[in-house]
């Protein structure tokens, strides 16, 4: 007998109202979204500031061609002497010592001291180093005994030589009496004979033992090495227990010079100068010389010489020009600027070191006690009353007050310049 489970009845729905309930879900897009007062005025005030920025841009790129601004040259006011004033011609180059030399040994030998460090001054003969020379000097011990034993040589040669003569003295003198025969006077005349001979010959090894002893003197003194003149050592090219080797031009074949010695009181400037410009030289013309290592001192200089050789390749005379007034600030290989100067009438020299304020020509306007110049500060400019004495000179001219130095001038400036104007620099 079986049996069935009881149907599960639904509740009853219409199908027309389900539909109606799913379209009440639906998002109504039909209506437009409204925006908030807010949001709109936050949306204009973004736009006012794009087309505000936009706009400036635009200004700041066409504000130079719609409103440009003057031109001015300009040019600075500057601290000289009358003597750089008056410059002709300037060339640049480097100190170098007119007495200077590497200085080394006149045999190979191994350092044994250096008694100097640089900026040692020197006299001529001091000495600078020494070379190891212990078996020289054995060997001058052993020659100074040869020359005893020969010198003790000598004297017995002397005494046989005096006594051999004394013997044929008596023979000659027995044979003249008839009482000796011919033959013991030969025998006495041969002895003395040998016996002279002897004794040249044993001062001849006196001489030549003594000429020994002065060859290992003198070797023994080339194991060191003098100051060929005075000066200053400016390098030391080799330290104690290098080996030297004169001619040596490197660490395989030995240092070649221990010392560089300069006579730093005797300084001159090697430089070059154009061929284009050899006509304005001369030997013997006047100079001024600044060291960039000592920029505010000026030094006194004659051109000694012109090198009468001349560069193809570069179109360049090389010259020497000697520092009249060096001091201790100078030394070899510093740079130095060589300003060649007119001749000067004697008691110029002094007059031509006066230092003064110079300024452009150009840059001074007015006539009198109204002169003026346009000073450039930033971008603008200022006008400043100013005082000039003496005349014009190569296009500057001597300021009385107020500048110091180092103030940019406006040069041949524009017509209608006002104080404060903003100006641009021409380029």
């Known amino acids: 007998m079986s049996s069935t489970s009881p149907s599960p009845t639904l509740p009853n729905v219409k199908a027309g109202s389900l539909r109606d309930e ?93 008694p100097v460090e640089e900026g040692t001054e020197v006299k001529a003969g001091d000495v600078l180093a020494e070379l190891e020379h212990a078996d020289l000097d054995a060997m001058l011990e052993s020659r100074k005994v040869a020359v005893a034993l020969a010198e003790a040589q000598v004297a017995e040669a002397k005494f046989n030589a ?8 008596r023979e000659q003198d027995v044979f003249k009496r008839n009482a000796g025969t011919k033959a013991a006077l030969e025998k006495a005349q041969t002895t003395r004979d040998a016996n002279k001979t002897i004794l040249q010959a044993r001062e001849a090894s ?36 290098e080996s030297i080797m004169p001619g040596g031009m490197g660490a395989s074949s030995g240092r070649g010079s221990v010392i560089t010695l300069a006579k730093l ?14 006509g304005q030289i001369r030997k013997g013309q006047p100079t001024e010389v600044v060291v960039d290592a000592v920029p505010d001192h000026r030094y006194r200089g004659k051109l000694r010489e012109i090198i009468p050789m001349g ?15 060096p001091d201790e600030r100078l030394f070899p290989e510093l740079s130095a600027t060589v300003f060649f100067l007119p001749d000067q009438k004697e008691g110029d020299a002094n007059q031509s070191e006066r230092k003064g304020i110079f300024a452009p020509v150009t840059a001074i306007q007015g ?12 971008d603008r400019v200022r006008k400043v009353s100013v005082t000039t004495k003496g005349d014009a000179d190569g296009g500057l001219i001597e300021m009385a007050s107020p500048f110091k130095g180092g103030e940019m001038l406006v040069t041949s400036p ?10 641009k620099m021409a380029e």
């Open 311 to 325: 560069d193809r390749t570069r179109g360049i005379v090389k010259v020497k020009v000697a520092i009249l007034n």
């Open 22 to 114: 799913l379209s009440s879900l639906r998002i109504d897009r039909s209506q437009a979204r409204r925006s908030s007062p807010l949001a709109l005025l936050a949306w204009g005030l973004l736009l006012l500031a794009i087309l505000g920025a936009i706009g400036a841009a635009g200004y700041v790129a066409l504000k130079d061609q719609l409103f440009p601004l003057p031109e001015v040259a300009v040019d600075s006011v500057r601290v000289m002497t009358l003597g750089q004033l008056k410059t002709e011609l300037t060339a640049t180059g480097y100190l170098e010592s007119r007495w200077q030399a590497a200085v080394g040994a006149k045999v190979p030998g191994r350092i044994a001291e250096i």
């Open 162 to 169: 005096e006594q051999s003569q004394r013997d044929f003295n």
């Open 206 to 241: 006196v001489a030549a033992a003594k000429n020994a002893v002065k060859e290992a003197e003198e070797a023994i003194r080339n194991m060191f090495i003098y100051a060929p003149f005075d000066g200053t050592v400016v390098t030391k090219d080799a330290e104690k227990g």
């Open 367 to 378: 006539e009198g006690e109204e002169k003026f110049a346009w000073v450039l500060e930033g």
């Open 265 to 278: 009181d005797e300084l001159e400037v090697d430089t070059d100068v154009k061929e284009d410009y050899l």
């Open 414 to 423: 524009p017509p209608g310049l006002k104080e404060g104007a903003q100006v």
